[in-house]
């Protein structure tokens, strides 16, 4: 049975070990992440005035790109709305701003319908505006998976290793060429043996196998995996994982569904 077990935990980052899964299950869950969890993010923009020296297409693509905080129990996806997609406060949400130059427009200057939801770093500058310059403008964000597009994903960071097992037999001499070759310095001495430590740490180089001439070390791949996440900001890390494991386990549910009505 598959286990997790957390290593590091923060809003922003978390470090776990899935262990006792398969390589497919592993990245199931990398992709689902990435790919399944829905968040907010501009999705048009709409400008009244914009006399700075930028076009609204790159003032638009910079500001779809901003990490937006938020609420997956406030929103819902635009396709399950109950307007059916014109777009209404449960499915869509505004971002405001008018300012003139001289000035630096940051992501904390634009006012939310939601005070709630908003910009996840204020302090991200998003352009410059001189003397005699405005800009005017409507943001919507609306609700999406990284499956439609990249601005979608959830995390900014996700990715994972084998934690292999190191295997030594008795053909060890204690030559210790195993020690000095390992990058990652996960072998050692210890009470006339050599020992290997932690094996999260190990890259999978197998130095330590070209360099043991008695042939008395195997690096070997395992059902065990570490995971490191990296959130943008618009949904807690942990939070992420939790519903990327539900839609795996839906998806899984729905599929025996469907197998069991054709009878396979």
Excluded: W
């Excluded at 297409?57 to 937006?68: G, Q, S, T, W, Y």
């Excluded at 979608?152 to 053909?171: D, G, L, M």
């Amino acid at each position: 049975m598959p286990k997790i077990e957390f290593v590091s935990e923060s809003e922003n980052k978390i470090i776990f070990k899935l262990t006792d899964a398969s390589y497919a299950l592993a990245n199931s869950i990398r992709r689902a992440m990435k790919s399944l969890v829905p968040v907010l993010a501009v999705d048009y923009v709409d400008f009244y005035v914009n006399s700075s020296n930028f076009y609204d297409e790159m003032i638009a693509h910079r500001l779809a790109l901003l990490p937006i905080k938020t609420d997956l129990n406030r929103f819902n996806m635009r396709e399950a709305c109950s307007c059916e997609g014109v777009g209404c406060p449960n499915c869509q949400i505004s971002f405001r701003l008018n300012v003139e130059g001289p000035k630096v427009v940051y992501a904390r200057d634009f006012i939310s319908d939601d005070p709630s939801i908003h910009f996840a770093y204020g302090d991200i500058p998003v352009l410059e505006l001189f003397k005699g310059q405005q800009l005017m403008i409507e943001a919507v964000a609306r609700l999406g998976t990284g499956k439609e597009h990249p601005k979608f994903q959830p995390v900014s960071a996700c990715f994972y290793r084998i934690i292999p097992n190191i295997e030594i037999n008795e053909k060890c001499d204690l030559c210790k060429n195993c020690i000095s070759a390992c990058p990652r310095n996960i072998l050692e001495e210890k009470e006339g043996k050599i020992v290997a430590k932690n094996l999260e740490n190990c890259s999978f180089c197998r130095e330590c196998e070209k360099v043991c001439e008695a042939k008395a070390i195997r690096v070997i791949e395992t059902n065990n995996f570490l995971f490191v996440v990296e959130g943008t900001g618009a949904l807690p890390v942990k939070e992420v994982l939790t519903r990327a494991i539900t839609i795996l386990k839906e998806k899984a549910e729905n599929f025996n569904k469907h197998l069991s009505e054709i009878d396979v």
